[in-house]
C-alpha cells in the first residue's frame, strides 16, 4: 500500500442547530476514506464513509440527514458537512483512508479497515 497521510482542518464551538464544516487534506489516491468521532469517556465510532470505485457513500443512523461526506479529487480534500448539529455530537472527530475498499457497509464503517488517520479535530456544541 502506498502511505497516506491526512491532515484535518475545522471543528470549533457553536450552538444545537448550528453547522460547522470539517476538511482533511489528504496524499495519494485512497480508495476508501471516512469520518470517526470519539466523544469523551466512549470509543471511537464511524460517522460517514465513503469509496472511490464503489460509488458509494455510509452513515451512521444518528447523522443520517445531517451530514454529508464529499470529496474533491482536484484538491485532494475530503470534507464532513455538519448541519443541525445537536450537543450529542460534541466529539473528537478523525479523518480516515485505506486502500482497500468494502462492498459491506459494515465493513466501511468500520475503524480496523482504515489504516490511515488524521489528528483529531475538537467540535463542541452547546445546548
Known amino acids: 500500500q502506498v502511505p497516506v497521510q491526512l491532515v484535518g482542518s475545522g471543528g470549533g464551538s457553536v450552538q444545537a442547530g448550528g453547522s460547522l464544516r470539517l476538511s482533511c487534506i489528504y496524499t495519494?489516491?485512497?480508495?476508501?476514506m471516512a469520518w470517526f468521532r470519539q466523544a469523551p469517556g466512549k470509543g471511537r465510532e464511524a460517522v460517514a464513509a465513503m469509496s472511490e470505485h464503489l460509488g458509494s457513500t455510509t452513515y451512521a443512523e444518528s447523522v443520517k440527514g445531517r451530514f454529508t461526506i464529499s470529496k474533491d479529487s482536484l484538491k485532494k480534500t475530503l470534507s464532513l458537512q455538519m448541519d443541525s448539529l445537536e450537543p450529542e455530537d460534541t466529539a473528537e472527530y478523525y479523518c480516515?483512508?485505506?486502500?482497500?475498499?468494502?462492498?459491506?457497509?459494515?465493513?466501511?464503517?468500520?475503524?480496523?479497515?482504515?489504516?490511515?488517520w488524521g489528528q483529531g479535530l475538537q467540535v463542541t456544541v452547546s445546548s
Open positions: 480516515a483512508a485505506d486502500n482497500t475498499e468494502y462492498s459491506a457497509a459494515s465493513r466501511r464503517l468500520a475503524e480496523s479497515s482504515y489504516a490511515y
Open positions: 495519494a489516491y485512497p480508495f476508501a
